[in-house]
């Protein structure tokens, strides 16, 4: 079974930056295509960012194009999303997720997902 594990959410201001980790055990993360999502209170789970195992397809949800960034170090088992130009409605509770595909691809339907991580906090104070 996939863990996934996120890490450095927190409370930024407007215009500051945050950098979440999202380190997987349990199978070699080479093989799996990782996904963000993100959810504020009261809301659905929303997607933000996709990679495939390769690295080389990447999809982005509108509202976060040109200010966050996705990406990967499969030798550290960690999927990297960097946040850039915070805004108070990116303010919500940030999950990781594995892909069940064993091709690679950037998806953004959420039932494509089969594991997940706890989430990890992000706070964006006006």
């Known amino acids: 079974q996939v863990q996934l594990v996120e890490s450095g959410g927190g409370l930024e201001e407007a215009g500051g930056s945050l950098t979440l980790s999202c380190t997987v055990s349990?199978?070699?993360?080479?093989?799996?295509?990782v996904g963000w999502f993100r959810q504020a209170p009261g809301k659905e789970r929303d997607f933000v960012a996709a990679?495939?195992?390769?690295?080389?397809?990447?999809q982005y949800a509108d509202s976060v194009k040109g200010r966050f960034a996705v990406s990967r170090v499969n030798a550290e088992n960690t999927v990297y999303l960097q946040m850039n130009n915070l805004h108070p409605e990116d303010t919500g509770v940030y999950y990781c997720a594995s892909d069940r595909s064993e091709l690679p691809r950037a998806t953004n339907k959420l039932a494509n997902f089969e594991y997940w991580g706890q989430g990890t906090q992000v706070t964006v104070s006006s």
């Open positions: 990679i495939s195992f390769t690295g080389d397809s990447i």
């Open positions: 349990g199978r070699t993360i080479s093989r799996l295509n």
